[in-house]
């Protein structure tokens, strides 16, 4: 039986006690391998850089306000920097002024630290595909933003992005198909889930057809 991939982790929080307890999580599951722990944006960094290229980090599992350089502004430098890692924000915090700035900044999902823990395992594959997750709590932040009393309905674009999804697009094939940028199909999903009040792809797709906003 052919060994399943795995997808490399590495733990940003400035709690030991937090990256034990997540290491633990993360361990236990075949497909999965943390590959470092950092106590700060800063270290996160170093970390990503001194990752071989034979084993680059995947996914980053990031809290926010830490010392010496929070979340976001890590976020910012490996976007900016080019580097690779999917960045699943984990925190305590769900203000409007952590969630907008991560999201914006880059971040792939955003969740709470009382996410359960198949939640989280969920996660941590799904940002590793690509796909935005966000918990209730985030998601109702961000419908917040998004709607207002006279629009609620999807734009054009967004129902484009919804029904490549529906046919099995990945968010590099829809950027592709749709000539954008795959971080512009990322804020078109946030925004429909926001909208739909759902959490992820598989969700967006079946409350859209539950809608009547796609045929079959």
Known sequence: ?????????????????VRDGLRGVLTAEPDLAVVGEAGDGAEALARIADASAAEPVDVVLMDLRMPVMGGVEAIKELRRNGSGPRVLVLTTFDTDRDVLPAIEAGATGYLLKDTPREELLRAVRAAHRGEAVLSPAVAGRLMGQVRSPAEESLSARELEVLQLVAG??????????????????????????????????????SAAYRRGLLTA
Not at 178 to 187: D, Q, R, V
């Open 168 to 205: 099995g697009a990945t968010n590099r094939e829809a950027a592709r198909r749709l000539f954008i940028s795959e971080a512009t199909i990322k804020t078109h999903l946030l925004h429909i889930y926001a909208k739909l009040d759902v959490r992820d792809r598989a969700s967006a797709v």
């Open 1 to 17: 039986m052919p060994v399943k991939p795995l997808i490399r982790v590495l733990i940003v929080d400035d709690h030991p006690v």
